[in-house]
């Protein structure tokens, strides 16, 4: 079955700090990976997206990601994070041949002064 | 590129009363729409997908009936919550998704906050 887990629920960072957000998934096909922000009372936000190709994505806002096939990982980072980062974050993946997105259950970004 | 857009941003209806939301996508034509509902703190949860021009398919436990959505040109699509209790509170959230090449994207609109009182 299709899934996509983010293990964290929360994470505190300081501000400059370094940070990585972590997503799992479960997918039969090829998958297509993203990753969205949501700021509070907001509609998600495309940071980055994965098709093919180079496994390292650049996104908005200095944040990357890395595909991972052998671990099923899409980890999101940021060599140093701003307080204007804190949000809520998703990963999710899809594919070319179906319609429906599985979303992650979301990681809430602190960032402490 | 690729904006969509929900109308209204909130709305405060009354226990009874019907609301409907728009979703518009306003620089592609939209195959494909979705609609999601997201609790407080939690993740998106899909409650329908709509193709122009056809009857929309609901995910499993989601009343048809009391979400009716209709989706009848290629930019726009609707969501009409009928009847609406205070349940029916929550954070709204469309998406739509262009056709070939880029079929596996979607584009998520703003969303839209339902109060029902």
């Known amino acids: 079955a299709q899934s996509v887990t983010q293990p964290d629920i929360h994470i505190t960072v300081s501000e400059g700090a370094s940070l990585e957000l972590r997503c799992n998934y479960s997918?039969?096909?090829?998958?297509?990976l993203f990753w969205y922000v949501q700021s509070p009372g907001q509609g998600l936000q495309l940071l980055l997206k994965y098709f093919s190709g180079d496994t390292l994505v650049q996104g908005i806002k200095g944040f990357e990601a890395e595909f991972k096939r052998s671990q099923s990982s899409f980890n999101l980072r940021k060599p140093s994070v701003h307080w204007s980062d804190a949000a809520e974050y998703f990963c999710?993946?899809?594919?070319?041949?179906?319609?429906?997105?599985?979303f992650g259950t979301g990681t809430s970004l602190t960032v402490i002064p | 590129g690729a904006v969509v857009s929900q109308h209204p941003s909130r709305v405060i209806c009354k226990s009874g009363t019907s609301v409907k939301i728009e979703c518009r996508s306003l620089?592609?034509?939209?195959?494909?729409m979705f609609w999601y509902r997201q609790f407080p703190k939690q993740s998106l949860m899909l409650m329908a997908t709509?193709?122009?021009?056809?009857?929309?398919?609901?995910e499993q436990g989601v009343e048809k009936d009391k979400f009716l959505i209709n989706h009848a040109s290629l930019t726009l699509s609707t969501l009409t919550v009928t009847s609406a209790h205070p349940e029916d509170s929550s954070f709204y959230i469309c998406?739509?998704?262009?056709?070939?090449?880029?079929?596996?994207?979607?584009?998520f609109g703003p969303g839209t906050r339902l109060t029902v009182t």
């Open positions: 997918y039969g096909a090829t998958p297509y």
């Open positions: 999710a993946v899809g594919a070319a041949s179906g319609n429906q997105f599985y």
């Open positions: 709509s193709n122009e021009g056809s009857k929309a398919t609901y």
């Open positions: 998406s739509a998704r262009p056709g070939l090449p880029l079929a596996y994207e979607q584009y």
């Open positions: 620089d592609f034509q939209a195959t494909t």
